[in-house]
């Protein structure tokens, strides 16, 4: 049976990464639910495109055992994410992160994703892809200069550029 | 000086094809609006997320010297394309792009819109890349079964997943 997974988008998001794993779900028929990493669910492209996702990051926390595996789509939001970590969508955001690490769920990511699994302590000692200005920052995790890489439940790309590598790849365990 | 770019985007669009172009573009500097092919600016991406372009193409067309190239963003509407063409919606942007290529400007575009391009007559004898089922109905231009060709003005893809290497040649011309 096909899993269903919960999609996070920082805001702003970059659409490219975003809408590259929402049509290949859609077209694979994978069930999917789109959660801002934001107050509303009204968030913005790096592009400037206004969109809607289908709910807030709040509302997945707690719920996470409704969804086999998570997506971090990343965006310009993540430069500032130092300052910002404080602020409760990031704080639902990392929340969220570890509780699909610790029930060992499917978790997918590219750019500065696999940053974020390491810093929630979830990727000990999983080889990671994500991107070259944030590898040297990996803890726990092994960072690389993979274009995409899998280890067990681990599923992250360097950058939106190399994504659809890592998707051929994700296709086949969610469907 | 770069190029200003004007973006069609069809209800339903695929997202993964317009927000790689949209993308590439705003990290590279490249001025562009977008234009919904619809009524109005609320528009969906073939995933099913909401989003809003910022004008429709009805008042793009009169207006087309604003713009050096145009790009088609293809979408789930355009398997209905024969029985929709009479909307005013089709009629613009059926307009718009023969007056892109009477003026000899930039053609841009993936999956389906090297039929367009052919259809309103601009593309003969040009070269085109075009998705697979499509690629017979072409009359006047040439379709082929490259992932994507650039011939004099016109630069095609065959699909979004081919995008991305067209990508890389067209922002040498745009930049």
Do not use: W
């Not at 968030?43 to 086999?68: H, M, P, W």
């Not at 699994?117 to 979830?122: E, K, L, M, S």
């Not at 200069?145 to 790309?157: E, H």
């Amino acid at each position: 049976m096909e899993k269903k997974v919960a999609v996070l988008a920082v805001n702003p998001v970059n659409g490219a990464g975003l809408f590259q794993y929402l049509e290949a779900f859609f077209e694979n028929g994978i069930p999917y639910k789109t959660f801002a990493v934001a107050e509303t669910t009204q968030i913005k492209t790096n592009s400037g495109i206004s969109l809607q996702t289908d709910d807030v990051v709040a509302n997945l926390r707690g719920n996470e055992d409704a969804y086999d595996a998570l997506v971090f789509a990343c965006g310009d939001a993540m430069p500032k994410f130092s300052e910002n970590a404080g602020k409760p969508e990031y704080q639902d955001l990392l929340a969220v992160i570890k509780t699909f690490g610790d029930k060992g769920k499917l978790l997918i990511g590219h750019c500065v994703g696999g940053l974020l699994f390491d810093i929630t302590g979830i990727a000990a000692g999983k080889r990671l892809a994500l991107h070259p200005f944030v590898k040297g920052a990996v803890k726990g995790a092994i960072g690389t200069d993979a274009p995409f890489v899998i280890d067990r439940n681990f599923y992250t790309a360097q950058t939106e550029t190399t994504l659809h590598l890592l998707l051929q790849e994700l296709l086949k365990v969610l469907k």
